[in-house]
C-alpha cells in the first residue's frame, strides 16, 4: 500500500510538472537582411513577429510614408514568412515600409482559418496603432498576400468582424488597398477550404462579403490554377465593380497556382506582376514615378546572379 502511496505521489508531481513547463514555441525569430523585427502579438505560446522593410533614408520622426504588409500562403497549414522577402525589399525601394507577417498556422500552432483571420487582422491593427512612431501614413496600409495568404489578406479589407476579442478593438483593423496573388477568396461550397471552415464559411468568405467599403484591389491568376477557378476571379471583379469598389484582374495564360513566385513562374512572369503591382500602387496614390531597371533587377534572385 505504502509503494503505491508512492508512485501515485510521483505520478501527481510529475505531471504538476509537466503542467507548470511553458509550452515551447513553434515560431522561430526569422532575421532578414536590412529588416527589423517587433512581436506585434503573443498566442497559442508563441510570439509572431512582424518584419519591417524601411525605404532608405526613412526618417520615422518626420516620414508619412504608404505602408503594405504581406502574408504568405500555404494552405492555412504552414508556410515561411520569407515568401514575399523580395517584393518587400523591392517595395521599400520605391519608398513605401515593407512588412512581412507571420501568423499562426495548423501545423505549428494546431490553429484554424479563424485564428489566421484574427492575426491577419491584429497585424494590421498594430501597424495602424503604431503608424506614428514607424513613420508610416495610418489611411495608407495595404494588405497583401498568396493563396491563403491572400485569402488572409483580402478578410482584412473585405471581412466584418472575426477579429481578436484580445485586441485594441479602437483601432481599425481594415486594410486599405489589396494586392492578390492567386488568392483563397471563395470558401462557399463551391470554393476552397469548405470542409475547414463549413460552420462560418459566409463570414469567413471574401466574395460573399464585398461592399462598396471593400478597398481597391488588384489580383494575379494562372488560367491553370488547379484550386482558383477563373470564374471565381471573374465573379470577385464583377461584384467588386458593381459595388462602385476599383478591381484589377490579370490572368496568365497556362500558369498554375504559385506562378508569380520567382521559382516557380520565372524572373519574367514575377518582374511582370511586380512591375504591374507597382503600376497599380502608383495609381492609388501610394507610390510615385516609374521602377528604374536597377530597381526591378535588384528584385530578381535570378538576375542578380548573372
Given amino acids: 500500500m505504502k509503494n503505491m502511496n508512492s508512485f501515485i505521489h510521483s505520478l501527481i508531481c510529475s505531471c504538476l510538472l509537466i503542467a507548470a513547463t511553458p509550452a515551447k514555441a513553434k515560431t522561430t525569430k526569422a532575421n532578414y537582411p536590412g529588416a527589423t523585427a517587433e512581436i506585434y502579438k503573443h498566442a497559442s505560446g508563441d510570439d509572431l513577429y512582424l518584419y519591417i522593410f524601411n525605404p532608405e533614408g526613412?526618417?520615422?520622426?518626420?516620414?508619412?510614408?504608404?505602408?503594405?504588409?504581406?502574408?504568405?500562403?500555404?494552405?492555412?497549414?504552414?508556410?515561411?514568412?520569407?515568401?514575399?522577402?523580395?517584393?518587400?525589399?523591392?517595395?521599400?525601394?520605391?519608398?513605401?515600409?515593407?512588412?512581412?507577417?507571420?501568423?499562426?498556422?495548423?501545423?505549428?500552432?494546431?490553429?484554424?482559418?479563424?485564428?489566421?483571420?484574427?492575426?491577419?487582422?491584429?497585424?494590421?491593427?498594430?501597424?495602424?496603432?503604431?503608424?506614428?512612431?514607424?513613420?508610416?501614413?495610418?489611411?495608407?496600409?495595404?494588405?497583401?498576400?498568396?493563396?491563403?495568404?491572400?485569402?488572409?489578406?483580402?478578410?482584412?479589407?473585405?471581412?466584418?468582424?472575426?477579429d481578436d476579442p484580445a485586441d485594441d478593438q479602437s483601432v481599425s483593423s481594415k486594410a486599405n488597398a489589396l494586392a492578390l496573388y492567386n488568392p483563397v477568396y471563395d470558401n462557399s461550397p463551391e470554393g476552397y477550404g469548405y470542409s475547414r471552415v463549413k460552420d462560418y464559411w459566409k463570414e469567413i468568405s471574401p466574395l460573399q462579403n464585398i461592399d462598396k467599403d471593400s478597398p481597391p484591389t488588384i489580383v494575379f491568376l494562372g488560367t491553370k490554377d488547379n484550386l482558383i477557378p477563373v470564374t471565381t476571379a471573374e465573379s470577385f471583379k464583377a461584384k467588386?465593380?458593381?459595388?462602385?469598389?476599383?478591381?484589377?484582374?490579370?490572368?496568365?495564360?497556362?500558369?498554375?497556382?504559385?506562378?508569380?513566385?520567382?521559382?516557380?513562374?520565372?524572373?519574367?512572369?514575377?518582374?511582370?506582376?511586380?512591375?504591374?503591382?507597382?503600376?497599380?500602387?502608383?495609381?492609388?496614390?501610394?507610390?510615385?514615378?516609374?521602377?528604374t531597371e536597377e530597381q526591378l533587377k535588384a528584385a530578381s534572385k535570378s538576375k542578380k546572379k548573372k
Fill in 58 to 162: 526613412h526618417d520615422a520622426a518626420k516620414d508619412k510614408r504608404p505602408a503594405i504588409v504581406f502574408f504568405f500562403g500555404g494552405g492555412w497549414n504552414g508556410g515561411s514568412t520569407g515568401q514575399f522577402k523580395q517584393h518587400a525589399a523591392y517595395l521599400a525601394s520605391r519608398g513605401m515600409v515593407a512588412i512581412l507577417a507571420d501568423y499562426r498556422v495548423a501545423s505549428r500552432q494546431k490553429t484554424t482559418p479563424r485564428e489566421c483571420v484574427a492575426d491577419g487582422k491584429s497585424a494590421v491593427r498594430w501597424i495602424r496603432k503604431n503608424a506614428t512612431r514607424l513613420g508610416i501614413d495610418a489611411n495608407r496600409i495595404a494588405a497583401g498576400g498568396g493563396s491563403a495568404g491572400g485569402h488572409v489578406a483580402a478578410t482584412t479589407g473585405i471581412i466584418k468582424g472575426l
Fill in 240 to 291: 467588386m465593380q458593381e459595388a462602385g469598389v476599383r478591381s484589377e484582374l490579370h490572368l496568365y495564360k497556362d500558369q498554375p497556382h504559385g506562378f508569380f513566385n520567382e521559382g516557380k513562374g520565372g524572373s519574367d512572369i514575377f518582374l511582370d506582376t511586380l512591375r504591374k503591382t507597382d503600376a497599380f500602387l502608383v495609381e492609388i496614390g501610394y507610390l510615385e514615378g516609374t521602377p
